[in-house]
Nanobody, 118 residues
Framework: QVQLVESGGGLVQPGGSLRLSCAASGSIFSINAMGWYRQAPGKERELVAGISSGGSTKYADSVKGRFTISRDNVKNTVYLQMNSLKPEDTAMYFC????????????WGQGTQVTVSS
């Protein structure tokens, strides 16, 4: 089993920035890809960004150029730097990890709320 703990969410004004962090523990030797998903009220959960164990990244079209995913394999931590935030980025953000590099979500964190509002 892998445990994921997110941090860094909060309230931010439009145009602002936030950095989410997610620390993995437990059977971390099995971790390959990591990712961030989000779910807004009344909407389906969607992949925001993913990163393979080798550093290859994937982004949702809606966040390309604004969000950056990165990881620190020594600290077993994945980050999501979010810039130029928009009200439509408001959602619960979930950290995920997988024992595969062909998908991002075998394990899920509890989530951290991001609210973009003036």
């Amino acid at each position: 089993q892998v445990q994921l703990v997110e941090s860094g969410g909060g309230l931010v004004q439009p145009g602002g920035s936030l950095r989410l962090s997610c620390a993995a523990s437990g059977s971390i030797f099995s971790i390959n890809a990591m990712g961030w998903y989000r779910q807004a009220p009344g909407k389906e959960r969607e992949l925001v960004a993913g990163i393979s164990s080798g550093g290859s990244t994937k982004y949702a079209d809606s966040v390309k150029g604004r969000f950056t995913i990165s990881r620190d394999n020594v600290k077993n931590t994945v980050y999501l730097q979010m810039n130029s935030l928009k009200p439509e980025d408001t959602a619960m953000y979930f950290c995920t990890t997988s024992w595969s590099n062909s998908r991002y979500a075998d394990y899920w964190g509890q989530g951290t709320q991001v609210t973009v509002s003036s």
